[in-house]
């Protein structure tokens, strides 16, 4: 499959305005833990989510995202829209995850989701 394009937009703004899934609400129920690797976050998803999450997964890494849930949250450009409208608005928490998942993996190096769960708790990269 072709590399899906990601934007990056308002939580508050996509909750009013889209009608995509959204992806956090469609899997990844359980905690990311230390040792933990992409594969692992992804195993909590059903297939077909796969390369809506991995197309997310290279933004984040393009982007050189490296923030907190709050930033997240409450950022003009802090939630990722995939092409064909599903998106990804998180709570801290599982915002921590998902970064912790795409981190861990790229840097080998174990996180865990406090690492991103707030913008002031943020490991040195």
């Not at 889209?18 to 059903?46: H, K, T």
């Not at 998180?90 to 861990?104: N, P, Y």
Request: net charge negative; aromatic share 16%.
């Amino acid at each position: 499959m072709q590399h899906l394009p990601v934007t990056w937009q308002n939580c508050e703004s996509l909750a009013a305005n889209y009608s995509g899934f959204n992806l956090d609400d469609v899997g990844g129920d359980f905690a990311f833990e230390q040792g933990m690797r992409w594969p692992d976050y992804v195993a909590g998803y059903a297939a077909e989510w796969h390369p809506y999450l991995e197309a997310i997964r290279q933004s984040i890494i393009e982007g050189n995202v490296w923030a907190g849930g709050d930033w997240h949250q409450y950022s003009t450009n802090g939630a990722p829209v995939v092409a064909g409208g599903h998106f990804m608005i998180c709570t801290f928490r599982s915002w921590g995850d998902l970064l912790a998942a795409v981190w861990s993996s790229k840097l080998n190096r174990d996180f865990s989701y406090l690492d991103f769960y707030m913008d002031c708790r943020l490991p040195v990269k």
